[in-house]
């Protein structure tokens, strides 16, 4: 599957951005989902994911309240609404997939190693 993130920008501490991550090439439905991020000197980590249902979702505690997975299958399409954003957000995000067929429902994998397929970033910039 091929993964195309976008919506990253500039945006002040408090503001919102929507990321979102187009999949093509197979089916989006049999994959969970899950976006990352890496800040400059920082190993990639975990922000949160979807299953394929989009029945469950997995929050890193650093964004919990504030940050919002979704997906629409029939969109092909997940989606990252980032409220209250803090300078500490800054990172280049990542989305990622993995087939999950089979998989016990709810379990959503919160380590990079986990998933086989990745977009190529998107820069969040969040000012003071």
């Known amino acids: 599957v091929q993964l195309q993130a976008s919506g990253g920008g500039l945006v002040q501490a408090g503001g919102s951005l929507r990321l979102s991550c187009e999949a093509s090439?197979?089916?989006?439905?049999?994959?969970?989902m899950g976006w990352f991020r890496q800040a400059p000197g920082k190993e990639r980590e975990f922000v949160t994911g979807?299953?394929?249902?989009?029945?469950?979702?997995k929050y890193a505690d650093s964004v919990k309240g504030r940050f919002t997975i979704s997906r629409d299958n029939a969109k092909n399409t997940a989606y990252l609404q980032m409220n209250s954003l803090k300078p500490e957000d800054t990172a280049v995000y990542y989305c990622?997939?993995?087939?999950?067929?089979?998989?016990?429902?709810?379990?959503?994998?919160?380590?990079?190693?986990?998933?086989?397929?990745w977009g190529q970033g998107t820069q969040v910039t969040v000012s003071s």
């Open positions: 979807i299953d394929r249902n989009g029945g469950y979702t």
């Open positions: 090439g197979r089916t989006f439905s049999n994959y969970n």
């Open positions: 990622a997939a993995v087939q999950a067929i089979g998989w016990v429902a709810g379990y959503v994998p919160p380590t990079a190693t986990a998933y086989d397929y």
